[in-house]
């Protein structure tokens, strides 16, 4: 059956002309509307709990001492992590799978997040080194594993199952390093180790909000700049040289946005399994829209991981579960459906 899209172009007395899709916005905003809801129940929930009108008013500079602190000094940050995490990787992930022209084009298949972890794990387990170290160590370890993967699958260009391939070899490769350095770690670094592994935004301040931030504010617009080249992209690389887009180059420039959009997300909060393969592909199925949805892939992934915390925050108690088991186990959940939704269409 075919989907029937419903778009309105908007025009300025300037002359310019914006074609906007109208089912896209409207999710767009559900989910903008979805992510705000669940952080300020985030916000509220914990060993002190607070009504969500406190919370809006203590976001507004109207509520009391106690709440000021509670809010804005202690779990506003771990929020706005968690937003600024999940909207990277959502649209970290949308690169990659559009790039690829792949839906297993995502970080955590490719071997960036690995890439990352093993950054962390040098530092952790060679250096004992600080939480910023370790920060720094895991967004050094994503680009050179992103570097690495480009240029193995560098062949006259770099072309989708190529890049998939090598992607697949490398975290393989990687993750047995991870495994071997785990070996060498005594008990206490091994511990701090695992639990930075699995994803979690606990004890997250302004330290890691600022320079997320900062990233964000420059690398979104450049990538929502490009959107019209990758959208040509999608259409294969003679049919955009055709249309002058210049191939390599945009490739190249999305793909060192999208690994350091996902290294900067691990270094802030570990390796949050399954944010980056299934927002893109959930935003997709939601929007009914072809091309790379980056803008509501972005909104997902960060809608879904604040929501996963919150979860985790309801049934478990603040800390006592990370945020990557939560997303962890929502993804595995997602692939299964996918994979018998796939089966009983005959695709696979």
């Known amino acids: 059956m075919k989907t029937r899209h419903t778009s309105r172009v ?44 406190d919370v809006l008013r203590a976001l507004a500079g109207n509520g009391t001492a106690y709440q000021d602190f509670i809010v804005n000094e202690l779990r506003l940050p771990r929020l706005l992590v968690g937003l600024l995490v999940g909207a990277s990787l959502g649209l970290g992930g949308a690169l990659f799978q559009s790039v690829s022209r792949n839906p297993l084009g995502s970080p955590d298949v490719l071997g960036l997040s690995q890439g990352s972890t093993a950054g962390a794990l040098v530092v952790i387990v060679l250096m004992s080194g600080s939480a910023a170290q370790v920060t720094a160590g895991a967004l050094v370890g994503g680009l ?7 240029l193995l699958a560098w062949k006259q260009g770099v072309h989708g199952y190529r890049l998939v391939l090598v992607g697949i070899g490398v975290s393989a490769i990687v993750t047995a390093v991870n495994g071997y350095l785990l070996t060498k770690a005594d008990l206490v670094d091994a511990a701090r180790a695992v639990v930075w592994m699995t994803g979690s935004l606990d004890g997250r301040d302004w330290d890691q909000v600022w320079p997320l931030l900062l990233l964000c504010a420059v690398l979104v617009p450049l990538v929502l700049g490009q959107a019209r080249a990758l959208r040509t992209l999608e259409m294969g690389d003679d049919v955009a040289h055709a249309l002058g887009v210049r191939v390599q180059r945009v490739r190249l420039v999305l793909m060192v946005c999208a690994v350091l959009l996902t290294a900067a997300a691990t270094a802030a909060a570990g390796p949050v399994a399954f944010v980056a393969l299934t927002a893109p592909q959930l935003a997709r199925r939601l929007t009914r829209s072809p091309g790379p949805n980056l803008v509501p892939s972005l909104c997902l992934g960060a809608a879904l991981l604040v929501t996963a915390d919150w979860a985790s925050q309801c049934a478990f108690g603040a800390g006592r579960l990370p945020v990557g088991v939560v997303t962890g186990v929502l993804g595995g959940c997602y692939l299964l459906w996918l994979l018998v939704t796939e089966r009983r269409a005959g695709r696979i």
């Open 10 to 53: 908007l025009r300025t007395p300037g002359g310019l002309s914006l074609r906007v899709d109208v089912r896209a916005l409207i999710v767009v905003v559900l989910l903008l509307a979805t992510a705000c809801a669940a952080g300020v129940a985030l916000i509220g929930t914990g060993d002190a709990q607070i009504p969500a009108a």
């Open 144 to 150: 050179v594993t992103g570097l690495a993967i480009y």
